[in-house]
């Protein structure tokens, strides 16, 4: 199975700053990387497709990069409304999987 | 508007069974790969079940293979999740997911229903 490693487990920012999530691949899986923000009490939301690949309605302060094993969630200006949970996952080989997730808090 | 509705869900005893209903409209059903995906209590989330658009084809980790079964009816719209031989690891959350693309296993996950909680639990 592919495991998904994300960094950090939590991090703390002050509104209006730029942050990094990562999310590192055991094996590579090419572009077939996505991102998922979930917000409490409420179901996820593909945030980024294909590593890189906006979504509709999605701001555009979220950005994402990466290929192969490594991959980055760039959130440039954050607001109080990005307080969540982000979760990658792989959709390169069954089974599916999903990073353990990183919780973005605010200070 | 793309809507999934889950129902089913509740308290069971370990090693009994529960199914799992999910209600799509807004979208041609037949069209799409549809799954099963869980979030356990204060964790992260787990897919479960995967279902090609004819049902043909289905998909599972190790975690559920051979104790839960995937299905769908297109004419209802309907997408199933069979859980027998439940276990307390099994207490979760359950949403209903599509996949983005027509015709396409591969593609992330669009839309998700609101969840459906599923407790395990003597």
């Known amino acids: 199975d592919i495991v998904l490693t994300q960094s950090p487990t939590t991090l703390s920012v002050t509104p209006g700053e730029t942050v990094s999530l990562s999310c590192r691949a055991s094996?590579?899986?090419?572009?077939?990387l996505h991102w998922y923000q979930q917000k409490t009490n409420e179901s996820p939301r593909l945030l980024i497709k294909?590593?890189?690949q906006s979504i509709s309605g999605i701001p555009s302060r979220f950005s994402a990069s990466g290929s192969g094993t490594d991959f980055t969630l760039n959130i440039n200006n954050v607001e109080f409304d990005d307080v969540s949970s982000y979760f990658c996952q792989q959709t390169q080989s069954w089974p599916y999987t999903f990073g353990a997730g990183t919780k973005l808090e605010l200070k | 508007e793309v809507q999934l509705v889950e129902s089913g869900g509740g308290l069971v005893q370990p090693g009994r069974s529960l199914k799992l209903s999910c209600a799509a409209s807004?979208?041609?059903?037949?069209?799409?790969?549809m799954a099963w995906v869980r979030q356990a209590p204060k964790k992260g989330l787990e897919w479960v079940a995967t279902i090609s658009t004819s049902g043909s084809r289905t998909y599972y980790p190790d975690s559920v293979k051979g104790r839960f079964t995937i299905s769908r009816d297109n004419a209802k719209s309907s997408l199933y999740l069979q859980m027998n031989s439940l276990k307390s690891e099994d207490t979760a959350t359950y949403y209903c997911?599509?996949?983005?693309?027509?015709?396409?296993?591969?593609?992330?996950?669009?839309?998700w229903g609101q969840g459906t909680l599923v407790t395990v639990s003597s």
């Open positions: 294909y590593a890189s």
């Open positions: 094996h590579s899986i090419g572009t077939n």
């Open positions: 997911a599509r996949h983005e693309e027509k015709n396409y296993g591969g593609s992330p996950f669009a839309y």
């Open positions: 807004g979208f041609t059903f037949s069209n799409y790969y």
